[in-house]
Every structure is written in C-alpha cells, then in structure tokens.
C-alpha cells in the first residue's frame, strides 16, 4: 500500500470501520486458508485507517506512518500466531495430564483383582489344611477375580482398537 503525500490527510478523522465478528472469529478457524482470508480482509479495512490515524494523531510522517503501520499489522500476525501455538501447547499437556489419568486408573483397576488373585493363591498354598469351605471361596475368588480382570483386558482391547 502507498502513503498519501505529506499535504492535507483525506479521511483522516473519518474512524475507522466497523468490525464483523464473523471476520474476528475466522481468525481462530482451523482451516489456515480461512485463517489467511480473514486476515487479508482485516488488514484491508484497517490498513488505510491506522495509517491515517498515525498520520493525523501522532503527527507522523508518510514514512514513519507506513512503517508503524505494517509494524502493527505484523505484530498482530505475530501474536495471533503465538496465540495458537499456545493453545497447541495447552492442549498437549492436557492430553498428557489426561492420559496419565487414565493410566493411572487404569493401573489401579488392573491391579486390584490381581492382587486379590495373588492373595487368595497365596492362602491356598500356604495353608494346605485349610477347609473345604475356605479353599472353595478363595478359588471362587481368583475364578471371579480372574474373569473379572479377562474382561477389564478386553475392554481395553476394544478401546485400543476404537482409537486406531
């Protein structure tokens, strides 16, 4: 874009146009072509004004004006592309602070009908004398146990096989 002469500003003072919020929020779209247009259009509505609003209130001159004026639209790109790579950023350590839930719920609840499992055997082989009644309810044990953890894996299994 050129600069106007140094002589009277024409539109300075005029304001500057109004903002469509449809063009504000296709700033953030994850399409990086939509993301490019709607920049393209801001910086066409607002190139003229912020350069004319240095010119006639900070008394700048063309060059300066120009200059302070591409600035400004280069550090709005800078910070619009900072901002999303922060949210890239935010995103993945929430993904991390997830996943290391879930594993952690995971561990928990794979460990527990394991120990349940190793306790009962345990028993029955430390205490061969036991009755019949006790030996019976530790083997029920480790079968319910055992079938119990059989299917906490194979939900897994499935939940592995959706995500990929």
Same mark, same amino acid.
């Given at each position: ?85 922060? *949210? ?6 929430? +993904?991390? &602070?997830?996943?290391? /839930?879930? #594993? @952690?719920?995971?561990?928990?609840? !794979? ?21 019949? *009644? ?6 029920? +044990?480790? &079968?319910?146990?055992? /079938?119990? #953890? @059989?299917?906490?894996?194979?939900? !897994? ?8």
């Amino acid at each position: 874009m050129t600069a106007d002469s140094d002589a009277p500003f024409p539109g300075a003072g005029q304001g500057f146009p109004p903002t469509r919020h449809s063009v504000l929020e296709a700033l953030a779209d994850p399409d990086e072509g939509v993301r490019r247009e709607s920049f393209g259009t801001l910086v066409e509505a607002y190139w003229r004004p912020v350069y004319l609003h240095l010119r006639w209130r900070w008394n700048k001159t063309a060059q300066d004006a120009e200059d302070l004026t591409q600035d400004f639209f280069a550090l709005a790109l800078e910070r619009a592309l900072l901002a999303r790579e922060a *949210e890239g950023a935010r995103m993945s350590a929430e +993904t991390e &602070r997830l996943r290391n /839930e879930l #594993l @952690s719920a995971v561990s928990h609840d !794979l460990r527990t009908p394991l120990a349940s499992i190793t306790g009962s055997a345990t028993a029955l082989l430390a205490q061969p004398e036991l009755a019949v *009644e006790a030996r019976t309810e530790l083997l029920d +044990t480790i &079968r319910g146990q055992g /079938e119990h #953890l @059989s299917r906490l894996v194979a939900g !897994l299994l499935d939940l592995t096989r959706i995500e990929s």
